[in-house]
């Protein structure tokens, strides 16, 4: 089986090996094709990772190293999702001179730190989920392994589009279009995989509707509607 960088010079009509465009070209355009399909497909990878705060912390970074792009916060169980800065007026009237506490909501402050509110009263754990970084293509790692097919012919295509883009820019498009498809058919499969997908779900019948509610219809038909 092929590795990816091969694809990509298939795609490119170079596996013979570079030609046109030099190996550090590939290596680059399918390191930022990774990036936004990871960015597109946000649900598709996740990690997590602890950060601990402070009391008086207010704005903190958290580890870009190992999270890409921050998605929630989860605490005793407790889901904290980011918020905005214009919108922490509509949690609290009052937000910039609240008493510190437990913090409730976390926005994105810069590429590296969230602001925490309220201020953390005391010390505590958070549990930070997002997307992690993918794999970097390189002189050494020629492939990206435990991804799905979908997401790999995205990340091909994306890769092909991004290096053609300047001597033939409507194959370049067409390559896009194509790998924004890939991406659009593995969001459907992953939503069609879960439990209550419409698909999944049959409607009532006439009869067990009539059971349902304060006023059961069905029990007239039964004679027991006393």
């Known amino acids: 089986m092929s590795n990816i960088l091969q694809d990509v010079q298939l795609q490119v009509d170079e596996t013979g090996g570079p030609v046109f465009w030099v190996i550090d070209q590939l290596y680059d355009a399918i390191n930022a094709a990774q990036l936004e399909v990871w960015m597109n497909l946000k649900d598709w990878q996740q990690t997590s990772t602890n950060i601990t ?15 890409m792009i921050p998605q929630y916060i989860i605490y005793n169980g407790v889901k904290v999702f980011p918020t905005t800065q214009a919108q922490l007026q509509d949690w609290a009237n009052n937000w910039k001179s609240s008493n510190p506490t437990r913090p409730n909501w976390y926005l994105l402050w810069d590429a590296q730190h969230i602001r925490l509110y309220p201020k953390s009263d005391a010390t505590y754990t958070f549990q930070l989920f997002g997307v992690p970084w993918p794999t970097e293509v390189t002189d050494s790692v020629h492939d990206i392994t435990g991804i799905d097919v979908l997401v790999r012919r995205a990340i091909v295509l994306r890769a092909a589009a991004k290096l053609l883009e300047l001597t033939q820019p409507d194959l370049a498009d067409a390559k896009m279009m194509e790998a924004m498809e890939f991406e659009k058919r593995y969001a459907r499969q992953q939503r069609n995989s879960f439990g209550d997908n419409i698909a999944r779900l049959r409607p009532t019948t006439a009869w ?3 059971n349902f509610g304060d006023i059961r219809v069905g029990r007239l038909f039964m004679g027991t509607s006393s």
């Open 208 to 210: 067990d509707q009539a």
């Open 53 to 67: 705060l402070s009391s008086g912390n207010d704005i903190i970074a958290w580890p870009v190293t190992q999270i």
